[in-house]
């Protein structure tokens, strides 16, 4: 059965700070990485997705990938308040896409 | 341009009754899949649509049935409802053999 792992939280962060989120993998085989944004009541929405060793950056957001570790993060710079949401880790895998159950993010003003 | 879009937003059904999600999508996108979401659980795939024509079980397919109604559109139909099935479900798209997936708004679903 492949897993994709993430700590649930809540993660309390300050306004201002950077929060990092991070996820593990256990299928070694997957190639395609995404992070999606789910705000309480709403459905999630694609922020980043990455799909070779490194960071990519995206404004405020920076995706990290390491494949050998089986490890991909997200770090939000100078967080806001409008960054409290679920931020959900989901990784490809068998032709299909598997998703974490989320971290709960919750900037502190 | 409205993306994915999901009827209705709510429902509530008494066990043993049927219904229909309705799914379209308006980015010319091949792939359509549906989700759903339970506390604890994360998003589970029901069943997908990696193009028109086809349609795959996905994790958690039993009291499901599906239909590819066209390209635009992907349906979900709970032959006879089960309190085990009150979620909300998503229906998500996108292009062939990407993964990008854009989800529309959700259908909140009890069964009693």
């Known amino acids: 059965q492949k897993e994709v792992e993430q700590n649930s939280g809540p993660l309390s962060v300050p306004e201002g700070a950077i929060a990092s989120l991070n996820c593990t993998y256990s299928?070694?085989?997957?190639?395609?990485f995404f992070w999606y944004r789910q705000y309480s009541g709403k459905s999630p929405e694609l922020i980043m997705s990455i799909y070779s060793n490194g960071d990519k950056e995206d404004g405020r957001f920076t995706a990290q990938l390491n494949k050998a570790s089986q490890y991909v993060s997200l770090l939000i710079r100078d967080s806001q308040p409008s960054d409290s949401a679920t931020y959900l880790c989901?990784?490809?895998?068998?032709?299909?896409?598997?998703f974490g159950k989320g971290t709960r993010l919750h900037i502190l003003p | 341009n409205a993306g994915v879009t999901q009827t209705p937003k709510f429902q509530v059904l008494k066990t043993g009754q049927s219904m229909t999600l309705q799914c379209a999508q308006d980015m010319n996108h091949n792939s359509m899949y549906w989700y759903r979401q339970d506390p604890g659980m994360g998003l589970r795939l029901i069943y997908y649509?990696?193009?028109?024509?086809?349609?795959d079980k996905g994790e958690v397919p039993n009291g499901y049935n599906v239909s590819r109604l066209n390209k635009r559109e992907f349906s979900l139909r709970l032959e006879s409802a089960a309190p085990s099935q009150t979620s909300v479900y998503f229906c998500?798209?996108?292009?062939?053999?990407?993964?990008?997936?854009?989800f529309g708004p959700g259908t909140r679903l009890t069964v009693t």
């Open positions: 989901a990784v490809t895998g068998d032709d299909k896409i598997i």
């Open positions: 649509s990696a193009s028109e024509g086809t349609t």
């Open positions: 299928d070694r085989g997957s190639q395609s």
């Open positions: 998500a798209s996108s292009e062939w053999l990407s993964y990008e997936q854009y």
